[in-house]
């Protein structure tokens, strides 16, 4: 190449770059929207589909259900105005608003929610929340194609929709509050088909604007909206992996609320510029460290509790995690819990030890497996397994990418893994049924393979319970019964950080995915 | 030489059918099941029993391989597991940014490189020399995760000149493309050094400068031409690997690419995305290298269309 050609391409280079950088300042934001950043982007925004509390957030803008949470964690009306339960508790009629439309233009009536919840639960579909409706009486027979149609869901006429359990289920309305509850039009979902995921239509204060996957997902405001608009044009979802990058855009005022990673938020908590925009919620959820509890070793109760003891808990919470947590007694997160709890194995090496000696345990090999997703949940292991070599245990640690690591613990592979669970819905029996029911060992949920016939008895009584105060005492009794028995050391309930611009007004943040709607929040 | 590039285009075939069966195999027979991650945190055999016989995983690998074989000679290389979208349709979304990435790179990386090279082979022993070699190793030893943050910090949140992440016009590209010209820019750099170092000593330079050619002309035309073949082959397989997605760069500007894409697949598992990424890439990579064997016979016309020299 001769030098004169090399002399030219480089002087159109700087050109190039000095013109871009000159025309930068600009900045292209859209008027009126709120930019959000995402870690991922999300799967799909199908209801039926949808898994990730990613999805579910940014459903929940474009979709309405019968019901839905407030910030109270209360069920309140959504498209339902009211309902009515029947005394034995099986039996819900739903009364619809009039004049709720999709954002097609045409109004919801009944049969919307009969077809919806059909399709969730259809024997071809791929929706893997059927979980959320086959309480409904005749759910089952229908999703395993023995009838056509479902007995419990009737429509009388196009505002009421009356719905049948098999059984008492207490938590019923909550679970109605859930993505997979909400209501679709059947003429969109069949003219779109499998596209219907990254093209859905609702009823809910936002519609789908753009979606550039991987990059960013535009809402805007649904002039047909049937409750209070929002203040806001719509919302930016931008797709930023990585969290420097995103704290970078925040900072430079591209992005207007960030949730604060782990690795920034001693910085932003003590910055006299940043800490009085940063918001904290107590989360509904629970870290664990989960045992095996269906072979050797960890089938014995013993060295469950030796394990506990070995782990000082409360110490790695102040200082490893910083206090962006609270110490977790038992599963339930304590502003879901009416009762008091204790987790009975506090932090004590000689008891530890004395429980490992006793049990013969020196010198053997416990594996224990963690997701290399996260740098925190490896640091998390090494300080674990550096406590439990102090109490005479050998930790081999195991990482495994995430859907390897997910088939392993499901599988039932390790003699310990780290996860934690978040809540579907805020109540106490979505961290007990799921996670302690001896139905539901493995992918189901009860990841530790626990097996206990009272609490399995005592879990189904509060399921069933009418009145309240008997069921937090159902659930009170199994779960003092589960912090007993170990079945997981309980770590902690992590506290949810997010930092915002000083601009934004009214700006909140909630303990569980689907309760913004994004019609407060303004500039 | 058309006749050698259908040659190579026809060889594509077998290659994708050998590639694509392997692929297959290997990442059926690595740990982990994408259903459990479809499903989410609670969901009964029934409905996982329900989700595998959809995917078509509950056959043997073979039977699943066939499957996947006989959709991709309708033209077809089916859906994401997870997004239900069509594997084709995202790849031709992604690859237009895949390519602006990786042309942008070597914009950079090969005429800098080049220069540099020379400049650094003709200067050899002198601090010149010293001083392009401690950057060129630099270069090649820093990770893109380091100089990406560190340029994102001094260019976007310092200076505030260039927008730190997303896909788009040639300011979003500038921050990746720089970062990730700068290990090619450094291979140039030592390729061209040595390559030059080789033909300085050619009796023909001697000759040229003997007849009073100018020397930037012995330079450029003399020395640069007959040093270029190994040159061109580095261009080429860097070139190539780009092509086929920079993960980290893609990660940390938030581009919009197929190495994300691949990379996301393969973490969840999503075999028809794995495919759909590997045959893509094996396309590229044998159209990137035949336009390098079709470059080299253009540069020396030594070298005859079947590779070998005259």
């Given at each position: 190449m001769p030098a004169r050609l090399v002399r030219h391409v480089v002087t159109v280079l700087l050109i190039l770059i000095l013109s871009t950088v000159l025309s930068c300042s600009a900045n292209n934001r859209l008027e009126g929207y709120v930019y959000y950043r995402l870690n991922a982007d999300p799967t799909t925004l199908d209801p039926a589909l949808i898994v990730d509390v990613t999805g579910g957030s940014i459903s929940a803008k474009i979709f309405n259900g019968l019901v839905k949470l407030d910030e109270q964690l209360n069920v309140v009306p959504d498209i339902a105005e009211s309902w009515k339960i029947s005394e034995d508790g099986t039996t819900y009629v739903f009364h619809l608003r009039k004049n709720v439309n999709f954002s097609n233009n045409r109004e919801v009536t009944s049969s919307d929610f009969k077809y919806s919840f059909k399709r969730i639960l259809s024997p071809s579909g791929r929706s893997p929340n059927t979980w959320v409706l086959e309480k409904i009486s005749g759910a089952k027979d229908f999703m395993q194609g023995r009838v056509s149609d479902i007995s419990g869901i009737e429509i009388?006429?196009?505002?009421?929709?009356?719905?049948?359990?098999?059984?008492?289920?207490?938590?019923?309305?909550?679970?109605?509050?859930?993505?997979a509850a909400y209501v679709l039009p059947k003429e969109?979902?069949?003219?779109?088909?499998?596209?219907?995921?990254?093209?859905?239509?609702?009823?809910?204060?936002?519609?789908?604007?753009?979606?550039?996957?991987?990059?960013?997902?535009?809402?805007?405001?649904?002039?047909?909206?049937?409750?209070?608009p929002p203040k806001i044009e719509g919302i930016v979802y931008r797709i930023i992996p990585e969290d420097l990058t995103a704290v970078t855009e925040f900072e430079l005022g591209n992005i207007d609320v960030i949730t604060v990673p782990a690795s920034e938020y001693s910085r932003y908590r003590t910055s006299p510029e940043w800490k009085e925009y940063l918001s904290s919620i107590y989360g509904l959820n629970v870290y664990y460290l989960g045992f095996n509890c269906s072979r050797p070793p960890f089938d014995n109760v013993n060295l469950r509790k030796a394990v506990a003891y070995a782990i000082d808990r409360e110490k790695i919470l102040n200082t490893f995690y910083e206090k962006r947590g609270r110490l977790a007694q038992g599963p339930v997160p304590d502003i879901l819990r009416k009762w008091q709890a204790l987790f009975p194995y506090a932090f004590d090496l000689q008891k530890a030890r004395e429980l490992i000696d006793e049990e013969a345990m020196n010198d053997r090999t416990i594996l224990f497996y963690i997701t290399t997703a996260d740098q925190e949940v490896i640091d998390i292991a090494e300080i674990i397994q550096s406590y439990l070599k102090e109490a005479g245990l050998n930790i081999k640690i195991k990482q495994l990418e995430w859907s390897a690591y997910k088939a392993a613990i499901n599988n039932g592979e390790p003699d310990l893994?780290?996860?934690?669970?978040?809540?579907?819905?805020?109540?106490?029996?979505?961290?007990?049924?799921?996670?302690?029911?001896?139905?539901?060992?493995?992918?189901?949920?009860?990841?530790?393979?626990?097996?206990?016939?009272?609490?399995?008895?005592?879990?189904?009584?509060?399921?069933?319970?009418?009145?309240?105060?008997?069921?937090?005492?159902?659930?009170a009794s199994a779960e003092k019964i589960i912090a007993e028995e170990v079945p997981w050391v309980f770590f902690w309930h992590k506290t949810d950080f997010t930092l915002r611009q000083p601009y934004l007004k009214n700006y909140k943040i909630y303990p569980i995915y689907n309760i913004d709607k994004g019609v407060e929040i303004s500039f | 030489m058309k006749a050698y590039a259908l040659k190579k285009i026809a060889l594509l075939f077998p290659l994708l059918f050998g590639i694509t069966l392997i692929t297959f195999v290997l990442t059926k027979a690595l740990p982990g099941d994408p259903v459990y991650s479809m499903v989410g945190e609670r969901a009964s055999p029934q409905v996982i029993e329900k989700i595998r016989k959809q995917i078509?995983?509950?056959?043997?690998?073979?039977?699943?391989?066939?499957?996947?074989?006989?959709?991709?000679?309708?033209?077809?290389?089916?859906?994401?597991?997870?997004?239900?979208?069509?594997?084709?349709?995202?790849?031709?979304?992604?690859?237009?940014?895949?390519?602006?990435?990786a042309v942008g790179a070597m914009c950079i990386a090969v005429p800098l490189g080049i220069f540099l090279g020379m400049t650094s082979a003709i200067n050899r022993n002198r601090a010149l020399d010293r001083m392009i070699s401690v950057f060129s190793i630099t270069g090649l030893s820093i990770p893109v995760f380091w100089s990406g943050l560190v340029l994102m910090l001094i260019f976007s949140l310092r200076l505030k000149l260039l927008p730190p992440s997303g896909t788009g016009d040639i300011r979003y590209l500038l921050l990746p493309a720089v970062t990730l010209s700068l290990p090619a820019l450094a291979s140039v750099v030592r390729v061209t050094r040595v390559s030059v170092l080789e033909i300085i000593e050619m009796p023909f330079i001697r000759t040229a400068r003997a007849k009073g050619i100018k020397e930037r002309s012995v330079t450029t035309v003399h020395m640069l031409k007959n040093a270029l073949i190994p040159v061109i082959t580095v261009i080429g397989l860097e070139f190539g690997s780009y092509l086929s997605g920079a993960v980290l760069t893609e990660t940390i500007f938030g581009w919009d690419g197929i190495g994300r894409f691949m990379m996301e697949g393969i973490t969840k598992r999503d075999y028809p995305v794995i495919m759909g990424c590997i045959i893509v890439s094996t396309v590229v990579f044998v159209l990137v290298n035949l336009l390098v064997d079709v470059i080299y016979i253009c540069v020396d016309p030594r070298v005859r269309a079947d590779g070998t020299e005259r």
């Open positions: 009388p006429d196009p505002y009421t929709v009356e719905i049948k359990l098999e059984q008492p289920f207490s938590p019923f309305l909550q679970l109605l509050t859930m993505t969109e979902v069949e003219r779109l088909g499998d596209d219907f995921s990254s093209h859905p239509v609702g009823t809910g204060p936002f519609l789908l604007k753009e979606w550039k996957h991987n990059n960013q997902i535009v809402l805007k405001k649904n002039s047909l909206y049937f409750a209070a893994f780290w996860l934690s669970w978040w809540a579907d819905y805020p109540d106490p029996e979505n961290f007990l049924f799921p996670l302690f029911h001896s139905s539901n060992h493995g992918a189901s949920g009860n990841r530790s393979r626990y097996t206990s016939s009272e609490v399995d008895r005592l879990i189904e009584a509060g399921q069933r319970a009418l009145d309240s105060t008997a069921r937090d005492g159902y659930y | 078509g995983s509950d056959k043997g690998v073979i039977r699943q391989y066939v499957g996947y074989a006989s959709l991709l000679l309708t033209g077809e290389m089916g859906r994401s597991y997870y997004s239900n979208r069509k594997v084709m349709d995202e790849i031709i979304a992604k690859f237009p940014n895949t390519l602006k990435l």
